[in-house]
């Protein structure tokens, strides 16, 4: 079965620095991987994701992420983070085929001005 | 385009008691799933359904079930409610076809078990 770790609960970053979160995936076969994000009392919105092709992804509000095989990760990133990102990240897999997605536990990104 | 809806936002229910939670997709879309998002859990998925059968089922307990209309409304019921059902339930719809496509979530329907 397929499953997904975001190691860091929390991450705290700077007003303007980059940005990474981290995410790794296991599955049986090829993944399709997502990242969404949930800000305060609204649902989750989709950032992008990744299902063949070019490993590096780019997405909405600037964000991007790279797919690395031979790591099994698919970290999000951002060059310049802005106090507007400050929302509650999921990334989530689906093995190839009909299986369920799949998502982690979620980090919670805070950006300081 | 219409988001996706769920009704009703709030819901207060006693332990024993039942309930059935109402989602309304985006207009065209076929597929749709349910999520039980708690603090300490994350999102856990419940039910997937594509054109009225469901397609995919997770690691839940029978007093959880759901079923898909065929103008593709989908709700979902708990019975014999339990303290550790409260919970934001979460339903997103997709195009359905093809299980690379995204899925649009709604508002969520916050559920409090006393």
């Known amino acids: 079965a397929q499953s997904v770790a975001q190691p860091e609960d929390q991450v705290n970053v700077a007003e303007g620095n980059p940005l990474t979160v981290k995410c790794t995936y296991s599955v049986s076969g090829n993944p399709y991987l997502f990242w969404y994000v949930q800000y305060p009392n609204r649902g989750l919105q989709f950032l992008l994701k990744?299902?063949?092709?070019?490993?590096l992804v780019k997405g909405s509000y600037g964000f991007e992420a790279e797919f690395n095989k031979s790591q099994t990760s698919f970290h999000l990133k951002k060059p310049s983070a802005l106090v507007s990102d400050s929302a509650l990240y999921f990334c989530a897999v689906r093995d190839r085929g009909n299986t369920p997605l799949v998502f982690g536990k979620g980090t919670r990104l805070s950006v300081i001005a | 385009k219409a988001g996706v809806t769920q009704t009703p936002r709030y819901l207060i229910k006693t332990r024993g008691q039942q309930v059935t939670l109402s989602c309304s997709p985006i207009?065209?879309?076929?597929?749709v799933s349910w999520y039980q998002q708690t603090p300490g859990q994350g999102l856990q998925f419940l039910f997937e359904y594509f054109s009225e059968t469901q397609r995919n089922k997770g690691n839940f307990p029978g007093r959880f079930s759901g079923r898909q209309f065929s103008n593709s409304r989908s709700e979902m019921n708990v019975s014999t409610l339990e303290l550790g059902d409260s919970a934001l339930y979460l339903c997103?719809?997709?195009?359905?076809?093809?299980?690379?496509?995204?899925?649009?979530f709604g508002p969520g329907t916050r559920l409090t078990v006393t």
């Open positions: 207009s065209g879309h076929r597929s």
């Open positions: 990744y299902i063949t092709g070019d490993n």
């Open positions: 997103a719809s997709s195009p359905g076809t093809f299980t690379i496509d995204e899925q649009y």
